[in-house]
């Protein structure tokens, strides 16, 4: 298997883990997250974690909110540099929303993966909402 293949695989797994906190359960998170300290989240809803203990007790916390939901990449475009990768897509799908509400989500995503005993681990996640870009630049 090749590193990008490798790393492909990571970004598959972390939509296993990302549906599964979007069902309520956060603990797939901890197999692909880096327990290390250098981690970071910024969440589309402006959040801002440094550290895995941070970073997971903010998808904790998702988790404990979130009712329901499906997502999955798309255009997914990796780079691999020695024990680094960073992989870019969008995120598409249904999440539920407090009121119950079946609402699309439309999400850009970035990720960097290291590499510790041999997998990649995810080391920072970035995630921004595309909607609201497309109606700041809408009006210019």
């Given at each position: 298997?090749?590193?990008?293949?490798?790393?492909?695989?990571?970004?598959e797994q972390w939509?296993?883990?990302?549906?599964?906190?979007?069902?309520?359960?956060?603990?797939?998170?901890?197999?692909?997250?880096?327990?290390?300290?250098?981690?970071?989240?910024?969440?589309?809803?402006?959040?801002?974690?440094?550290?895995?203990?941070?970073?997971?007790?903010?998808?904790?916390?998702?988790?404990?909110?979130?009712?329901?939901?499906?997502?999955?990449?798309?255009?997914?475009?990796?780079?691999?540099?020695?024990?680094?990768?960073?992989?870019?897509?969008?995120?598409?799908?249904?999440?539920?929303?407090?009121?119950?509400?079946?609402?699309?989500?439309?999400?850009?995503?970035?990720?960097?993966?290291?590499?510790?005993?041999?997998?990649w681990k995810m080391?920072?996640?970035?995630?921004?909402?595309?909607?609201?870009?497309?109606?700041?630049?809408?009006?210019?």
């Amino acid at each position: 298997m090749t590193e990008e293949t490798a790393v492909r695989t990571a970004v598959e797994q972390w939509f296993v883990a990302l549906n599964a906190m979007l069902n309520g359960d956060p603990e797939p998170l901890v197999e692909i997250y880096s327990h290390a300290d250098d981690v970071t989240y910024m969440g589309a809803e402006g959040s801002y974690r440094v550290g895995w203990q941070e970073t997971y007790a903010d998808w904790k916390a998702q988790a404990e909110k979130s009712s329901g939901g499906k997502v999955e990449a798309t255009e997914v475009h990796v780079v691999v540099a020695g024990e680094m990768a960073v992989a870019q897509h969008y995120t598409r799908g249904q999440v539920r929303q407090p009121d119950g509400q079946m609402n699309e989500t439309n999400v850009r995503e970035t990720s960097v993966f290291r590499k510790e005993n041999a997998t990649w681990k995810m080391i920072a996640h970035h995630a921004d909402g595309i909607a609201y870009w497309e109606k700041a630049f809408a009006a210019t």
